[in-house]
């Protein structure tokens, strides 16, 4: 079926132009996970003398999934030994980054490239040139309060280091995905037979944690440009 990459966070995000209820929408992707996996269930159903164990663990998947999910989510700020709360900061960095319209893929990313007592240190207008979200959350007004937090929490991890958590959530954050502009971009050009940016783009998306020269010379961590916030497909895309 359709697909799409999400730039800005937002959980309504439908990149489906015949989703019109919203059903395939970001943040209704575990449901759907799990209504597909009821589906393939019974399908199968005829294969197994019996099913109970098959409806034992489709039982247990939210469970699952959402320790999965919490798991995954404070390794990309950078957590260690997940705590009770530390879902709340999460919570609250992705509030403001959806209320700011902020990207999800660099908002994480930038904020593994800056030390910490730099960022409690600067204004949003004087980060590296080349940060464009992470500066973006910085103008929500609970940011401090964020930062606040977030650095508490940090400094509570024994033994640990600024540049450790850097490298850890360099580690699990992309610099590069395969963004809806850059698919379209290269195949329009292999639609005339020039597959060098299809090259580049397989080139680059082996290594996505990876500073590259040749990305960043294509631009491939900057700003998406206008044009493809109109970018939508469908199920013949």
Same mark, same amino acid.
């Given at each position: 079926?359709?697909?799409?990459?999400?730039?800005?966070?937002?959980?309504? +995000?439908?990149?489906?132009?015949?989703?019109?209820?919203?059903?395939?929408? +970001?943040?209704?992707?575990?449901?759907?996970?799990?209504?597909?996996?009821?589906?393939?269930?019974?399908? #199968?159903?005829?294969?197994?003398?019996?099913?109970?164990?098959?409806?034992?663990?489709?039982?247990?998947?939210?469970?699952?999934?959402?320790?999965?999910?919490?798991?995954? !989510?404070?390794?990309?700020?950078?957590?260690?030994?997940?705590?009770?709360?530390? #879902?709340?900061?999460?919570?609250?960095?992705?509030? !403001?980054?959806?209320?700011?319209?902020?990207?999800?893929? #660099?908002?994480?990313?930038?904020?593994?490239?800056?030390?910490?007592?730099?960022?409690?240190?600067?204004?949003?207008?004087?980060?590296?040139?080349?940060?464009?979200?992470?500066?973006?959350?910085?103008?929500?007004?609970?940011?401090?309060?964020?930062?606040?937090?977030?650095?508490?929490?940090?400094? &509570?991890?024994?033994?640990?280091?600024?540049?450790?958590?850097?490298? &850890?959530?360099?580690?699990?954050?992309?610099?590069?995905?395969? &963004?809806?502009?850059?698919?379209?971009?290269?195949?329009?050009?292999?639609?005339?037979?020039?597959?060098?940016?299809?090259?580049?783009?397989?080139?680059?998306?082996?290594?996505? +944690?990876?500073?590259?020269?040749?990305?960043?010379?294509?631009?491939?961590?900057?700003?998406?440009?206008?044009?493809?916030?109109?970018?939508?497909?469908?199920?013949?895309?």
């Amino acid at each position: 079926g359709p697909f799409g990459f999400l730039d800005r966070y937002d959980p309504g +995000f439908v990149p489906n132009t015949s989703d019109d209820e919203g059903r395939y929408q +970001f943040g209704k992707q575990p449901e759907v996970a799990l209504f597909n996996l009821n589906r393939l269930s019974e399908a #199968m159903a005829t294969l197994f003398n019996d099913t109970r164990e098959a409806r034992r663990e489709l039982g247990l998947f939210g469970k699952k999934f959402q320790q999965r999910y919490e798991g995954l !989510m404070v390794r990309k700020i950078g957590l260690l030994h997940q705590k009770p709360a530390d #879902m709340q900061l999460v919570d609250d960095l992705l509030q !403001m980054m959806q209320t700011m319209f902020a990207d999800f893929t #660099m908002t994480f990313r930038e904020l593994s490239e800056i030390s910490l007592s730099r960022l409690s240190n600067l204004q949003s207008d004087h980060l590296p040139s080349d940060f464009w979200s992470l500066p973006v959350v910085m103008e929500h007004d609970d940011w401090p309060e964020w930062l606040e937090r977030y650095s508490s929490r940090l400094a &509570r991890q024994d033994g640990d280091t600024d540049l450790n958590r850097r490298k &850890r959530m360099q580690a699990v954050n992309p610099r590069y995905i395969l &963004r809806n502009y850059m698919a379209e971009t290269a195949i329009q050009k292999a639609n005339q037979d020039d597959f060098t940016e299809v090259r580049q783009l397989l080139q680059v998306l082996r290594k996505p +944690f990876k500073r590259q020269q040749n990305a960043e010379l294509a631009n491939y961590a900057a700003t998406p440009p206008t044009w493809s916030r109109r970018l939508r497909v469908s199920c013949s895309s």
